[in-house]
C-alpha cells in the first residue's frame, strides 16, 4: 500500500508500479462491487489517468482506495448515462489461488442478491479496505449511515441475501 502523505504528491509516485502492483485487485474489487465486467477497465485507466494528471489530493491515505472510489464513480456515471453492461460471467480459468477465490461462485451469487449500494460498500469495505470515514466522505452520507449500511449488507450476505 502507498501511503501519500501532505508532504508528497501524486507526482511523486511509481505510477508505473501503482499499476502492476494494485490493477488486479481493483479489478477484482470493481467486479465484485458493481456485478459486471463491462467498463471496468476504462474505469480503472480514468483512474490512473486523473492520478497521472496530479488530480489526486495530498491527504489521500490509500493510493488503491482512491482509485477504487474514482473508478466507481466513473462506473455510476457511465451507467446513468445509459449504457448497457453485460452480465459477469463465471470465468473457467484463473490463474492463481487469490482469482479462484474471488471468482468462487457461491460469494458472486451472493453478492447478486445484494442492492448495488450494499455491494459497493461491503467490496469497498472488507476488500479494498476502506474506512467508515472514507466511504462516508466518497458517498457524502454520514458515517452511522455508512455503519448501518454496512452491518445490514453484511448480514443480509451472511444469511445469502435472505434478510
Known sequence: MYAV?????AKALDWDRVFQTHYRSLYRALVGATGRTDGVDDAIQDAFAQGLRGKMPGDVRSVEGWL???ALNRIRRTQRRGMR????????QTTDAIDAATMRVDVLARLETLSTRERELLVAKFY????QDELAKALGISRGTVSSAISRAAARFRAGGTQ
Not at 85 to 92: A, E, H, M, T, Y
Not at 128 to 131: E, P
Open 5 to 9: 502523505t501532505a508532504d508528497s504528491t
Open 85 to 92: 453492461f453485460v452480465p459477469l460471467r463465471r470465468q473457467d
Open 68 to 70: 477504487f472510489v474514482v
Open 128 to 131: 479494498v479496505g476502506l474506512t
